[in-house]
């Protein structure tokens, strides 16, 4: 069975910090995929990224950056300078084959950046 | 904007009552998800239609159901409401299904008085 855990439940920081957020998952696929999602205060949920599992490629978007380490079933997401715009609730996801490709999330990490 | 639309934003009902919530998937995109957003339970998937037929089910109750229409939008029934239903309602499609990226309407928030 998938599961994905997140197991920071608020991070605060002060603007311009570099915050990372953890994402551990468990899955006995060996094809399968991992999100990341955010949800504002004003509460739609925006699509950040999608990794397959074959590419451990790292990747850089802007202020934001995705390490992904199938060795420790991790994919931590960082935000780099943070701003207050970013302030959200960010969740981790994952589907896999056998699970019907249908995600499962983490429970979110409520991120709260001040200025 | 993801692209994907829904109604009503909002809905404020009685226990023991019926609601329809209707989605809009985004143009092309022939799969519809819905899920239900607690703070209990989290983010909980709980059907799945591809193109008019039901593709997958989740944690949905016998009291909920739903469809999707040859047009594809998607219509979810919640009835005999309770309390413990109050939650943000989300639907999401992509066009195909399997290894596609869901994107997420805004979502109907539901509160059961």
């Known amino acids: 069975a998938q599961k994905v855990t997140q197991a920071q439940t608020e991070i605060s920081v002060v603007e311009k910090e570099d915050v990372t957020l953890d994402c551990v998952y468990e899955t006995r696929d060996t094809t399968y995929y991992l999100f990341w999602y955010k949800q504002p205060p004003s509460g739609e949920l925006v699509f950040l990224i999608r990794r397959n599992s074959f590419d451990e490629q790292n990747e850089i978007s802007g202020r934001y950056s995705w390490n992904f380490q199938k060795s420790t079933s991790s994919f931590n997401f960082t935000i780099t300078a943070s701003q207050v715009v970013d302030s959200a609730v960010y969740f981790c996801?994952?589907?896999?084959?056998?699970?019907?490709?249908?995600?499962?999330f983490g429970r979110g990490t409520s991120l709260i950046v001040h200025p | 904007d993801s692209g994907v639309t829904q109604t009503p934003k909002h809905l404020i009902t009685a226990t023991g009552q019926r609601v329809t919530l209707r989605c809009s998937p985004r143009s092309g995109d022939l799969s519809v998800y819905w899920y239900q957003q607690s703070l209990d339970q989290g983010l909980q998937f709980l059907i799945q239609y591809y193109n008019g037929e039901e593709r997958a089910k989740g944690n949905i109750l016998e009291r909920f159901s739903a469809q999707q229409f040859p047009d594809l939008h998607s219509e979810l029934n919640l009835s005999s409401l309770e309390l413990g239903d109050s939650a943000l309602y989300f639907c999401?499609?992509?066009?195909?299904?399997?290894?596609?990226?869901?994107?997420f309407g805004p979502g109907t928030r539901l509160t059961v008085l």
């Open positions: 996801a994952l589907s896999e084959v056998g699970g019907s490709y249908i995600p499962t």
């Open positions: 999401a499609s992509s066009v195909e299904i399997d290894t596609d990226t869901q994107y």
